[in-house]
């Protein structure tokens, strides 16, 4: 019966199970403070005119805008949950397997009673694997849904935003995909977009609770 490499793999598991689900979750931007220089503009500042070609500075408005950070941070806990769940059951596993094999090294499990508790250890680290696969799964899923729906609501409110404005073209620049590398900066209607994209936001939500 090979055991050692059994509770190994058992361990090489558990210790695995500390990283496996949260990595799945990496937020594309960080909340950046009002004060920051990299943050978004004073719309104040905003000279553009009706036929006037602008931008956006993405990362800037999606850090920034409170529907995605309220849907990241009630998303993020749902995560932790499930990853501490795993790393709790993967710890149990672990140090069941550790006191089978110490049973087994002192001769006190028959042969019979060490086949079944070793197979039934396998098992357990069998339905684990799975279900991290499925949790991985179900988390990626619900991360698209929710970057679909911060992008659809952002989308909307920018077309019916330039009803108003009549600019010829709207672009987006972020820090990893620059487009705009040379641009008076009263072109940049980021923070304008975001007080509106957020006024809109806060009423709705609102008016949610109120119901």
């Given at each position: ?105 002192k001769g006190l499990l028959t042969r019979s009673a060490a086949e079944e508790q070793q197979n039934k250890l396998v098992q357990r680290q069998q ?57 008076n900066p009263g072109l940049d209607i980021t923070a304008d977009v975001l007080q509106g994209l957020n006024e809109d936001y806060i009423k709705n ?7």
């Amino acid at each position: 019966m090979k055991r050692t490499p059994l509770i190994l793999s058992i361990i090489a598991l558990a210790v695995a199970l500390c990283a496996a689900v949260m990595s799945v979750v990496k937020p594309d931007f960080k909340k950046k403070p009002a004060t920051e220089p990299s943050a978004v503009t004073d719309p104040g500042k905003i000279t553009a005119v009706a036929g006037d070609i602008v931008y956006v500075q993405l990362d800037s408005l999606i850090a920034n805008y409170d529907m995605y950070n309220d849907l990241m941070t009630a998303f993020q806990s749902k995560v932790q949950g499930i990853q501490d769940d795993l790393n709790k059951r993967g710890r149990r596993l672990e140090s069941d397997a550790k006191a089978f094999e110490s049973q087994v090294q002192k001769g006190l499990l028959t042969r019979s009673a060490a086949e079944e508790q070793q197979n039934k250890l396998v098992q357990r680290q069998q339905n684990l694997q799975n279900d991290m696969a499925k949790k991985d799964a179900e988390i990626q899923e619900e991360q698209a849904v929710l970057n679909n729906q911060v992008y659809y609501a952002v989308k909307e409110f920018i077309e019916k935003y330039n009803e108003e404005h009549q600019f010829s073209l709207i672009l987006t620049t972020s820090g990893v995909t620059n487009t705009v590398l040379n641009v008076n900066p009263g072109l940049d209607i980021t923070a304008d977009v975001l007080q509106g994209l957020n006024e809109d936001y806060i009423k709705n939500r609102n008016k949610k609770s109120e119901e």
